[in-house]
């Protein structure tokens, strides 16, 4: 599947790209984040939380947990952060098992999972370019999240 990559020149910009995927989202989708230390990855997550009617001041890069549920949304928002995540390979089949529920799933480095070949997701890849630039890349795994990226970004 071709990859779309669209620029952003502020964070403003990246929420609302955040927002469109929550506003176009249907449930069961996952989002998997890929970037370094302050590339954005929490900022689309509060914009994803927003589209989907969450107050996104609740949206943070917990510290201490893994994965934090947010309710009171058109749909439920699990946001799971991976960097402080000591051994993968013990938390991966309880992790895998949570990721793919009724609401939408955001996992920050997503890239410290295993990869399965054929794991549905849209994957999000967001690199700095100049200033408050960012590059960020979607690239669908899986017929759902090819037709959340149409919904939300190309059409
Ligand atoms: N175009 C942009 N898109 C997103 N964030 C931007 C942009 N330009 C500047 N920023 C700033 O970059 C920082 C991004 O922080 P954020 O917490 O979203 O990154 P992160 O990828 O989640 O980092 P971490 O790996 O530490 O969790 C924020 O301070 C934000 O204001
Ligand atoms: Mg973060």
Redesign the pocket.
């Known amino acids: 599947m071709r990859a779309t990559e669209v620029a952003?020149?502020?964070?403003e910009?990246?929420e609302a790209l955040g927002a469109a995927l929550g506003r176009a989202a249907r449930g069961g989708e996952l989002l998997g984040l890929v970037?370094?230390?302050?590339?954005?990855?929490?900022?689309l997550v509060r914009g994803l939380a927003a589209g989907l009617g969450i107050d996104p001041a609740h949206v943070h890069?917990p510290s201490f947990t893994i994965a934090t549920e947010y309710r009171g949304g058109r749909l439920p928002l699990t946001h799971v952060?991976l960097?402080r995540l000591a051994r993968p390979d013990d938390e991966e089949p309880l992790l895998r098992d949570a990721l793919y529920g009724a609401g939408v799933a955001a996992v920050?480095?997503f890239d410290r999972l295993a990869p399965v070949p054929d794991d549905e997701v849209l994957l999000i890849t967001?690199r700095f370019t100049t200033g408050?630039?960012?590059a960020i890349e979607f690239a669908p795994r899986g017929e759902r999240h090819r037709a959340l990226l149409e919904r939300a970004v190309l059409a």
């Open positions: 952003t020149a502020s964070p910009e990246t970037g370094e230390l302050g590339a954005g990855k929490t900022c890069s952060d960097y920050e480095w967001l408050e630039g960012r």
